[in-house]
């Protein structure tokens, strides 16, 4: 009881008690049964990731169990065995554009040219054209293609007046040039891949023998998994998604996304699709949906590896993951009348098309990490009247995890830190896909991914900056030349990242409510996953480049 001047007093317990009762009845009666709702959604979306996660499972063991290598499927006969005579032997060869994008990548520019020129390939059949977008100063691509020209390969430095529609922009250039017309395939690599010699004789043939192939999209390796943490669990993801996602997708359904590097296209389907449209950040998804639904097959080859090197650094690898997300939910809302209405494809790939590689895999995925795993479950210690079952919190999860953890076994006793690290970046994923359906904010933002090849230091990132254009064709390229470049000064606060601090000790606080309060024995991972949200919040994740 608190007296005031002049006789009155306030009975301080009574207005807690009250207001405690007040807010135990809107839980129960508003709060509770809203989140009841929200944790049902969740455990729905989790249940369709689980049977996806099981569908593409199964394929995979079939495939491996039978032996279903690509080469079984489809007609292939190397190309050594074509004939015996030595001239004709070499017209029998298709002619190979192979074309290398490029923006302003100092670092490993090389790697990409040298391998690129060395390939196993008669050298008259075979054109190299690098489109080199890149503002340094140096005119370091152009000598580099200058050296293989003189040593008598068929390489073409072109560059553009412009730079709208950036990659796709730059493609989309690249295939009006007089000489492409005489090539029969189109074989491309972003500026940090590596194929070996051999690329061309492994996966040329799937387009020759098989005139329904549109396209060969082989695996990619790491150079750099080994960098860091980040990068050991980059190599986990990738790797489920290659060697069992597009292994599933090819085996059963001859179709999904291309990688946008490492492929070999048949050059008539690109044309027959509509050719390279700038429309979102994923060009090459657009590209490889297009061309689904015009009925062209896709083959994914696995033992053909290409090395190429992952983002080492959060601030890269976030930007990635923000084009990664974005794109393809904005994609998806662009295309998914023209799917329905689609007449060349069967009603079953349309159901795949639209349910399985957009919504579950670009969507649902997204959107039940962060929203089940972040912030439903410490939601539900805070609201004790709300009780997600074990089956969803545990048994399921459990299962997912182990059946996307198989791509990588080496790195099995990486899996908890590397399912803690997948839940923090599903903040940015949700996010990235929320922005590409609503079509709103960074909907265009295109960063370059900073590469470091052999460098010690890094280049700053490049950004395509998009204020209101509908697409990238509109889009402004702005960028530092990398001669004058200035380190920026950045404040304290700066160096962190909010978001995840305001996560972490959102998480933090349900932890120790648990214990004290609620005791559903959830703290253990809320404070495993707070720990994480931490960790990278701090920005004490990746490798830390200095730029002088």
Known sequence: MLEL?????????????????????IRMIIVAPLLRVAVLICLIMTVMILVEKLLVAFICLVVKVFKLKPEKRYKWKPMSTETSDLESGVQSYPMVLVQIPMYNEKEVYKLSIGAACNLDWPAERMIIQVLDDSTDPVDLVEKECKIWKSKGLNIR??????????????????MTHYYVKDCDYVAMFDADFQPESDFLNRTVPFLIHNPK???VQTRWTFVNA?????TRMQEMSLDYHFKIEQEAGSSAFAFFGFNGTAGVWRISTISDAGGWKDRTTVEDMDLAVRSGLAGWKFVYVGDVKVK???????KAYRYQQHRWSCGPANLFKKMVLEIIANKKVSTWEKIHLIYNFFFVGKVVAHASTYIFYCVMIPLSVLIPEVEIPLWGVAYVPLIITLLKSVGTPSSLHLVIPWVLFENVMSL?????????????????????????GDASKA???????VNDAKDLGEAKVIEPLLGVYKKPQVRIWQRFHMAELWMGAFLFIAGFYDIAYTKK????????????????GFNFIGTSISIS
């Open 459 to 465: 280049k700053p990132n490049m950004e395509v900056v």
């Open 308 to 314: 190429c090197e992952l983002p080492s650094t959060f």
């Open 5 to 25: 001047i002049g006789g009155l007093s306030i009975d301080l317990k009574g207005i807690e008690d009250e207001l405690a009762t007040k807010w135990k009845q």
């Open 213 to 215: 192939i549109a396209l």
């Open 428 to 452: 940015h994923r949700i996010k990235a896909a929320t922005i590409g359906l609503l079509e709103v904010g960074r909907v265009n933002e295109w960063i370059v991914t900073t590469k470091l």
């Open 157 to 174: 430095y072109e560059v553009r007046n412009n730079r709208k529609g950036y990659k796709a922009g730059a493609l989309k250039e690249g």
């Open 521 to 536: 024995g959830y703290f253990i991972y809320l404070f495993l996953q707070s720990s994480a949200f931490f960790i990278i």
């Open 226 to 230: 080994d960098e860091c943490l980040m």
